[in-house]
Nanobody, 129 residues
């Protein structure tokens, strides 16, 4: 069955960078929209970024625009989240999630609250000095 495995989290100082990876298996990768979400202690999980199945559309939460970049490598079945200029408020568990695009075209990225079909177990990012 479809599986998502996140990696790349860790401890980083404010202003630093990390690159998260989401390895996808068990289905046709280029048929799925991928989102990155995060959940900080005491807060609800929220979407950080989304990339369409073709990679042609990307969306970002206002809080990370200009600092984070999402990309996908369809040859490696992997989605990346490059995180730069990290702030303490970026501290959270980061999850990737997948959604079949079904009848939508390959440039579709759903709204931030649209339900996702599959979730990884998450990777912890801590931004602290």
């Amino acid at each position: 069955q479809l599986q998502l495995v996140e990696s790349g989290g860790g401890l980083v100082q404010p202003g630093g960078s990390l690159r998260l990876s989401c390895a996808f298996s068990g289905a046709t990768f280029n048929y799925y929209v991928i989102g990155w979400f995060r959940q900080a202690p005491g807060r609800e999980r929220a979407r950080v970024s989304c990339i369409s199945s073709s990679g042609g559309t990307t969306n970002y939460a206002d809080s990370v625009k200009g600092r984070f970049a999402i990309s996908r490598d369809n040859a490696k079945n992997t989605v990346y989240l490059q995180m730069n200029s990290l702030k303490p408020e970026d501290t959270a568990v980061y999850y990737c999630a997948a959604l079949s695009r079904d009848f939508h075209d390959s440039t579709w990225c759903p709204s931030p609250t649209y339900p996702m079909d599959y979730w990884g177990k998450g990777t912890l990012v801590t931004v602290s000095s």
